[in-house]
């Protein structure tokens, strides 16, 4: 893997950093906003889900952006709209303004992570492609990492929240001046049929002029025979586009569904619903779900080329259910019910015993009278960041960026990011009134049941793609489907050669499809592996 590979990677991934920082800083922003402009819960949500609302608004017709102006000018125009959205919310004079400063600031989001990834998977090589597409979800972790900290610095500093999102627009400035000194992307390029300058940029990319050379031949052969589609082949049978956005929607459900990104977006709302009752004392606690999220992606990185996609993504969504279930044993509805001298104007309880103690109580005082339940509640929420900052956070984004064809690929992941952010906005909507109906314990079980289902999906449609070229995956997935997976799957499951139990199934291994076979004898039962 040559320096410029990896080089190019960082300032692309670097985009994650205004990506995970825009939607982290929320968190710590609005219990100052809620105060300052008398917000309801309804308009909490909306301010929340605005930038919601931008992004799905950027991707339905960002994929076509990304196909047209090429992934580096997408990048390098979005950090400009970057810029200009931290600008509007840093000196908004009202609350009409702030949400459209939010929806401006949305469209960048929306666009951000599906031209980074896409850049970075077509610049990479297949053996390094898993950990350089997965330092974008390390920079998303270190964004919102660096939110939480910001929030704690301003969170008692009046008007604090007009210096949280102001901030992003340093961010943004430095990194569209580095995206000015990174190559196109060489698909791209051949693509827009120019061979001779993809040719150098191959070269400057890879370790030596042989690979660049064979890489260009195969890039031209397999691009040429690609069939030119449009939006409305997407759907259809069509090198088995349906069957990709299967896989493509239901991660992007499953993302939303397992209520993380909803529960960073109201983090400090919800460690006080377990007991951290001070602005700061909640505020303080969301860094240490952002270091432990930054922890868990590095992690990641590390395992995602070696472990698999599939394995990642069904020990998260296990870790998560367990996480999820255990944290709602230990925060049963509360006895004490929540009255006019007992809770804040949000309707969160306060203190049981003695408000006025937990509002002037410093952090330190608050931090040592938790109870137990408290804290192990606070572990179970780290293991949750933890766990799906090893599965659907970076391996959702891998594997959109190597399931779609190069000709329809920004298409394609925009198409699936649209529909990302719509859940998104759905659940981040509707989390403050369903959390204020149910109880934090229900909204726990609620989430740890949805993950329960998503293990389904993933034991049963998500395919294996380590190891394998963007033209191997592609070749592969154009025979696939839902139906055949599992007959696949259940005809390896039940015999072998010898008409034994087979020990295992790996759905993307090499070798050419075969038609699923019923076990009836030695010589008609073998079936060979996917891919």
Known sequence: MSYSTVAASLVAASGGILFGYDMGIISGALLQLREEFKLSYLMQEVIVSSLLFGAIISSLFGGTVIDVLGRKFTMIGNCLVFAIGALILSFTPSVTVLVFGRVFLGLAVGLSVVAECAYITEISNPEHRGKLVSLTEVAIALGFLMAYFINYLFILIPHGWRFMFGI?????????????????????????????????????????????????????????????????????????????????????????????????????????????????????????????????????????????????????????????????????????????????????????TDNEYVSNATTEQVSASLPVSTCLSLVCMLCYVAAYSISYGPVTWLLLSEIFPSSVKGRSIALVVAANWTFNLVFSFTFLDYLERTGIMWTFITYGIACSIGLLFVLTVVPETKGRTLEEIDNALNKLSVLRELKLRCASSVCTDSGSPRASYEPLSQGPLPEPALCTSSADSHTESAI
């Not at 580095?178 to 993809?198: G, M, Q």
């Open 168 to 352: 992003s627009a340093i961010f943004a400035f430095g990194q569209g001046f580095a995206l000015l000194f990174v190559p196109k992307s060489p698909r791209f390029l051949i693509i827009k049929n120019k061979p001779i300058e993809a040719l150098q940029v191959l070269r400057r990319l890879r370790s030596d002029e042989d690979s660049a050379n064979q890489e260009l031949s195969s890039l031209k052969h397999h691009l040429s025979s690609e069939q030119n589609l449009g939006w409305k082949e997407l759907c259809s049978q069509k090198n088995n586009l349906c069957y990709r956005l299967v896989i493509g929607l239901g991660l992007a459900f499953l993302q939303q569904a397992s209520g993380l990104p909803t529960i960073l977006y109201y983090a400090p709302v919800v460690l006080k619903q377990i007991g951290f009752y001070s602005n700061q004392s909640a505020t303080l606690a969301t860094i240490g779900a952002g270091v432990t999220k930054m922890i868990a992606v590095c992690i990641s990185l590390c395992a995602v080329d070696r472990i698999g996609r599939k394995k990642l993504l069904t020990i998260g969504t296990v870790l998560m259910a367990l996480c999820l279930f255990f944290a709602s044993a230990l925060n049963r509805p509360s006895s004490v019910p929540c009255q006019e001298d007992n809770c804040d104007n949000y309707g969160e309880i306060i203190n049981s």
